[in-house]
Nanobody, 115 residues
């Protein structure tokens, strides 16, 4: 069965960096686009960054220039490198993919940016 497992979240000070990982299994990872989303309490989940199977990327305006999405198909893993972190980046971060007209989500990993 398709699984997505995020890791790498934690507590970091403003201006710091963190790298999130999402490991996929149960599907041919290299054939599918992947994306990162985040959700604050009481708010809608929002797209942070996406990477297609071709390597093409897209970013939310709020993170452009600070975050970088990448993938290592040999490791079935998508990454989100987060630099220059701000308190407003504090959220639960989820990875997602669309396979066979169905959305799959990871369990989420907490990122807290605080001094």
């Amino acid at each position: 069965q398709v699984q997505l497992v995020e890791s790498g979240g934690g507590l970091v000070q403003p201006g710091g960096s963190l790298r999130l990982s999402c490991a996929g299994s149960g599907f041919t990872f290299s054939n599918y686009g992947m994306s990162w989303h985040r959700q604050a309490p009481g708010k809608q989940r929002e797209l942070v960054a996406a990477i297609a199977n071709t390597g093409s990327t897209n970013y939310a305006d709020s993170v452009k220039g600070r975050f970088t999405i990448s993938r290592d198909n040999a490791k079935n893993t998508v990454y989100l490198q987060m630099n220059s972190l701000k308190p407003e980046d504090t959220d639960v971060y989820y990875c997602r993919t669309l396979i066979g007209r169905r959305w799959y989500w990871g369990q989420g990993t907490q990122v807290t940016v605080s001094s």
